[in-house]
């Protein structure tokens, strides 16, 4: 870990200790410089090009220290930032950790987030491999992750063109109804409630977004993080393209009873939720027929198709076509 | 840049149109796609591995809001990452800059610090490819740099062997007597002073480096971040050994007259101050006499030897052995 001075020592000998069951087998020849260092090395298979993303995950913006779990905090800011590698049909391989925190929390918590760190390495194979640490009186982190893939298969955003059908992976909205469940609790969220699982402990859909990246089946592709509303319109803003959605048919989380009372509007969720993780891709309509319904248990739903006006428009049942404003996730528009 | 939506509009169309000048026509093979998707794309080049550093730059901790004029944050947050690629022998190639700023920064202070970190963009040959932007009510930064050099080359820090000499690069201090200058000034510090221009605009030493890698001189290198005696420490702890410094050998600072009525004394700026991104690095006795005495213009000097103790001890001019506690930086026992 680059900075990993003596002196740093309780925080960052815990990290160490705990990265060394983060790398399996596999990794250690593409890794033959790990923690400990000024910086890390690392060895690309010939024939494959690297993926590169970072994501901050900050006490307050992204979590809430009295309501998220640390282990779920661990969890999700390695996973979120894995999803940016599944959205470009790469394997990740190993992060980088930048962690600044409270002394007080160098003990339990630190323990807990490392656990939950550890989980999502182990099932995502990507090895704690370096970071940097500091003091601070706030939680923040960084995280970055190196991917690989075949040179030249990479699905960009940008590449979606009139009459491809889109589509997305599992249901949404569920990561949206579990942050406003976790709200209206009180105190730290249970680590096992199935309402908040969507919430706390995202799987990025790496196997689907590699397996459409190797087939050629994808045109365009990205992760949906910020809900589907801002980020489809981020797709057909860099593809130059509109898009019209068909509302019946955008797959809608379960909202359970107690919900409904609140008038939670599962469409509103599914259109402007954050957080699901889920892919957001499209499809040559000649293509499309290879698509199975599921792929590895998760759905595959075709939501709509790809239009040339530059304008998302979204038809209800009734045929009636509204325009759909980017209303989901904005940093520099609203905060947790 | 990963999350590059279109609602954080301002603040990314500045680093996007930014970046289009940080990149060079010879990293466009490398990186055939940069800021605005998912993820950024790499190439390494063939018989090469890959250096991966990261480094945290935050308000309050890094730097003064008040005092650091904005320009200097953008050059030494990329500076000091890219010296830990220096660090190995590597050669920069391509950073994620993560971002969080208030509102209020989005402007004018945001387009000075691009413009800093422009200018250390193109005189390290780094290129912006991607990071993540959010809303804060303080500064915060993070850079990630991926860097390469040929497979087998790096320079770690755990291979110092005894009776290896000690040297160093540059004059030591430097960047801690301009830390003391500018907290006595009021307000922000100017640009231009050369008493603050090791620790506002530091020069990592990437010819000397590399250098030294590819000729296979060092056995061991680090940068000189926290402060000799800490990354002293560290090393010998790498290395399971241990030191022997000749203090009127250490190559300090001129101090100016006002300031030495402040009691400040050169030797423990040399031996205690942080920031000064010169390189620290032990070479074989017998290869000393291929080491010259200046490199492109930075001295170079043998200041001890390694030893089998795991003490680092100083002697000074009279002969007296003293152990050297490290007092450099550490976040997690002071603050800026």
Redesign the interface.
Known sequence: M????????F?LQKIVEGSRSFQSREFRHSV??GI?????????K?GH????????F?EG?HFLLRKHPPDAVGWKCLARAVS??A??G?APR?F?L?L?LP?SH?GRWLGLFLGGLRRASRKFQCAL????????NEI?I?V?V??ELP?GL?V???RAREGDLIYVSGALGGAELGLQSLRRAKGLASRNSPLLNNHLYPEPRLELGRWLAVRKLATS???L??GLS?DL??LC??SGVGALLESGKIPQVQIPHDFSEHGTNPLQLALHGGDDYELLFTVPARKAKLLPKTFLGVALTAIGKITPSRKVLVVDEQGHATQLM?RGW????K?L
């Open positions: 680059p900075r990993n001075r003596q002196n740093e020592g925080v033959p410089l400990g260092d000024d910086a890390a090395l690392f060895r690309s010939p090009e690297m993926v590169l993303t970072c994501d901050w900050l913006t940016d590698i959205a470009m790469g190993c980088l930048s600044a002394e160098t491999v370096g970071g940097d640490t500091t003091r601070r923040l960084n970055t190196v991917g040179t990479a960009r955003r940008s592709m990205m992760d993080s910020d801002s319109a981020s803003h860099a980017p904005d940093p520099f528009r905060k």
